[in-house]
């Protein structure tokens, strides 16, 4: 079975404070995703990558960034947190677009 | 703008009878379509895709129909089961994309006993 593990559950930050998600998949799945869940918005794709060092922005990007040094990790990084950022972020992998994203469980930011 | 919609936010079934969930989409390019079903507090679970280039995939309980024509799939759960209450995301990818997948809002399925 893919894994996608997200490495926190929870995490309260402060206002303007730069935050790190990380993300690891042990499938050695080409494609990589972060998406945020909002209620009444479903998900939304804030950046993607499908290759070490390649990323493309996602339908909202602004405000975030990502890095993907190795094949397997892929990290969502808030430059300065903002109340707004305040969501259910989702991770996940894939290999093809058949076979569907495995997500991890997400991981719930609060910014105060 | 949604490329991806589930008009309805909600639906209740009784266990045993089918539930059908509706997905509207507007780009005629989208080469794959997924279902996914949420639970509370986990990442949302694979559940079912079609091609594009087909009309209907079967699997188990679990049946999608695609509608070319009209841009509109559907996901049919027969029987259902109160298992099956959770949250279910249509969603749409292009190949040129990178598989990137874009979402609907969501239907919230609640099956009864």
């Known amino acids: 079975d893919v894994k996608v593990t997200q490495s926190s559950r929870y995490l309260v930050k402060r206002t303007g404070e730069k935050v790190f998600l990380e993300c690891v998949q042990d499938m050695d799945h080409e494609n990589m995703f972060w998406y945020r869940q909002d209620p009444g918005l479903g998900l939304r794709l804030i950046y993607f990558?499908?290759?070490?060092?390649?990323?493309e922005k996602g339908d909202i990007p602004e405000g975030y960034s990502v890095s993907r040094e190795k094949k397997e990790r892929f990290s969502l990084i808030l430059e300065s947190a903002s109340t707004n950022q305040t969501s259910m972020y989702l991770c996940a992998s894939s290999l093809d677009g058949m076979q569907g994203y495995t997500f991890g469980s997400g991981t719930r930011l609060t910014v105060v | 703008d949604q490329q991806v919609k589930q008009n309805s936010p909600s639906l209740s079934v009784q266990e045993g009878r089918i539930s059908i969930l509706n997905c509207d989409y507007t780009n005629s390019m989208f080469d794959y379509f997924l279902w996914y079903k949420k639970y509370p507090a986990e990442g949302p679970t694979f559940l079912i895709s079609i091609s594009s280039i087909k009309d209907k995939n079967e699997d188990g309980r679990f049946t999608v129909f695609l509608n070319k024509s009209a841009k509109h799939l559907s996901l049919h759960i027969v029987p259902s089961q109160p298992g099956d209450s959770a949250v279910y995301f249509c969603a749409a990818s292009l190949v040129d994309s990178g598989y990137a997948l874009n979402f609907g809002k969501g239907t919230s399925l609640l099956v009864t006993p």
């Open positions: 990558s499908y290759d070490v060092k390649m990323k």
